[in-house]
């Protein structure tokens, strides 16, 4: 549920961590979706994955971010207000936004395996070299140089699930789900090794 004030899980000015790491992530528009619109595990998830970070993201996800926000509204999986609330915090969260000009001729190298906006995305997180985050399948699943996509839809629901209802996630995978703060991990054999 969004609330009408943005939220202080997120900072236009780079986050040290102890390490002396600055957690940058680009969130692309089903997670900003999640994150101010949200209030079950989805949102959930959202919020503690950005917990912290510096977020940069292509200045149009704001505009796919709106347009959710519009879609869900016609489909009554949000209410009038809600959506109302939720895209003055989209417009007042902390964002660091970046035109088109500098993202296109990455964008355009990836046209093959990906949407033009989803490259975009990508080509962001290269650049900066921070990470993407998402809920959407066919950006999570894409075939991609580096292993930038921090999360795909699936993965993202499970933790999302477990944390939400204070469950253990048993995983042949740990590294998939290492940096979800709050989730209460254990690691299993692999049934083939």
Not at 19 to 41: F, H, I, Q
Not at 100 to 107: E, K, M, N
């Amino acid at each position: 549920m969004a609330s009408t004030s943005p939220p202080s899980l997120v900072t236009a000015t780079p986050t040290v961590a102890e390490d002396g790491l600055v957690t940058l992530l680009v969130p692309d528009g089903s997670v900003l979706v999640a994150l101010l619109g949200d209030a079950g595990p989805a949102g959930r998830w959202a919020a503690a994955s950005m917990s912290g970070a510096t977020l940069a993201a292509p200045e149009f996800a704001l505009f796919e971010a709106a347009n959710i926000f519009r879609r869900q509204v016609i489909s009554g999986r949000l209410d009038a207000t809600q959506a109302t609330l939720a895209h003055a915090d989209l417009v007042d969260l902390p964002l660091q936004l970046w035109p088109y000009a500098p993202l296109s001729g990455r964008s355009w190298e990836l046209r093959h395996n990906l949407t033009i906006y989803d490259a975009s995305y990508v080509a962001l997180a290269e650049m900066l070299g921070a990470s993407v985050i998402t809920l959407d399948t066919k950006l999570g699943d894409a075939p991609r140089p580096h292993r930038l996509l921090q999360t795909v839809a699936c993965d993202a629901m499970i933790a999302a699930t477990a944390v939400a209802n204070g469950l253990p996630l048993y995983t042949v995978n740990p590294t998939d789900f290492a940096e979800i703060d709050g989730l209460d991990l254990r690691a299993v054999p692999h049934a083939d090794h």
